[in-house]
């Protein structure tokens, strides 16, 4: 390669998020974000809107991110974005983007499955952490998926488990929902649960075969125990809240490490990493520290700008793309449910 460095501009907008970050080598020069507050009037993401809000976003958006990186368009080598998954209208803006500008300037672009995204965002380079080493396994855990990943390589990946039906990252959301709790709910259950007992209530745990999880059970048993409590008193939410919310969180962690623990001891791997929305809740790393101390395994946390939906990790795994010469063509679409392949 000519040139030493190499720069990669990164576009994430496969959900609510528009996200446009500058990586030069593995190195993070900005990382923008731009969020969209319409959505928690319903409750959730509206998909349309968010499509509209993407459009409104993403030019100064990439805009701010060249001018706090001080780079010049001219210094861009690639462009790498979110092909997908995630919701159609939303991948639309950022991959037509992408294709506008790489044909505009004259330079490759990268497609970026946003799942390896989330994995590959342990390789950012940061002065404090230590980066996981072939092969590791990786929990991620977000608001539309939740899988075990057995890493062997930047490219080479496998999902050795995955959800059958809801996420964990949507069942604290719903869930959240259903305790009158604003959109998004998750980090709220979380911020309760640390002054609440985890033992206060107990509720159902999936029996899925292999290293696979269900949520939907979880959703109707605890929508049943809402429905069941304030009949009795109509206060018992606002009474109980900390500990509710501690309950719910002690159970879906729980369930997450069950298989976990699993997949980690039949592989015989030490090195364990989570990644993903819901790698930020407190009592899900809190819990990876304490199994790896109890099972002596290397743990790797992502640091919390890396966690939720951003540019930077699409930027880290486009750069290994890149470096293989993987590049996207002028004629590819987004897929709304691309297949998590090596």
Not at 5 to 22: H, K, P, R, V, W
Not at 297 to 323: H, S
Request: proline share 4%; charged share 20%.
């Amino acid at each position: 390669m000519a040139k030493k460095d190499i720069i990669i501009l990164g576009i994430e907008s496969s959900c609510d998020d528009t996200s446009a970050a500058i990586l030069k080598n593995e190195t993070v020069l900005s990382n923008e974000i731009a969020g969209q507050k319409v959505h928690e009037a319903y409750g959730g993401v509206v998909p349309e809107l968010a499509s509209r809000a993407h459009q409104q976003n993403i030019l100064p958006v990439v805009d701010t991110a060249i001018k706090n990186a001080k780079i010049k368009l001219k210094d861009i080598d690639a462009i790498a974005f979110t092909r997908g998954p995630g919701l159609l209208g939303s991948l639309i803006v950022g991959t037509s983007f992408a294709k506008s500008m790489a044909l505009g300037l004259d330079i490759p672009m990268v497609e970026v499955n946003h799942m390896h995204g989330h994995v590959l965002a342990h390789f950012i380079d940061d002065q404090q952490k230590e980066k996981p080493q072939f092969p590791f396994i990786c929990l991620t855990v977000s608001g539309g998926h939740t899988q075990i990943v057995l890493v062997k390589d930047y490219l080479d990946m496998e999902v050795i488990g995955t959800t059958k039906d809801d996420a964990a990252g949507e069942a604290f959301d719903k869930s959240a929902k259903l305790m009158g709790l604003p959109y998004p709910g998750g980090p709220l259950i979380d911020k309760y649960a640390q002054d609440g007992n985890p033992n206060a209530y107990q509720f159902t745990t999936p029996k899925m075969p292999d290293f696979d999880y269900s949520f939907s059970g979880l959703k109707t048993n605890f929508l049943q125990f809402l429905q069941r409590e304030t009949k009795k008193d109509v206060d018992f939410i606002k009474n109980n809240l900390n500990d509710i919310c501690a309950s719910l969180q002690h159970t879906i962690i729980n369930i997450l490490f069950d298989k976990l623990i699993k997949a980690v001891e039949l592989h015989n791997i030490n090195q364990v990493a989570i990644a993903g929305g819901v790698s930020a809740n407190a009592g899900l790393r809190n819990r990876l520290e304490e199994e790896g101390e109890k099972r002596n395994w290397k743990t790797f946390i992502p640091k919390f700008e890396y966690c939720t939906d951003n540019a930077a990790m699409i930027a880290i795994a486009g750069r290994y793309q890149f470096l293989q010469g993987n590049f996207a063509q002028q004629d590819i679409s987004p897929n709304a449910r691309l297949k998590f392949t090596s």
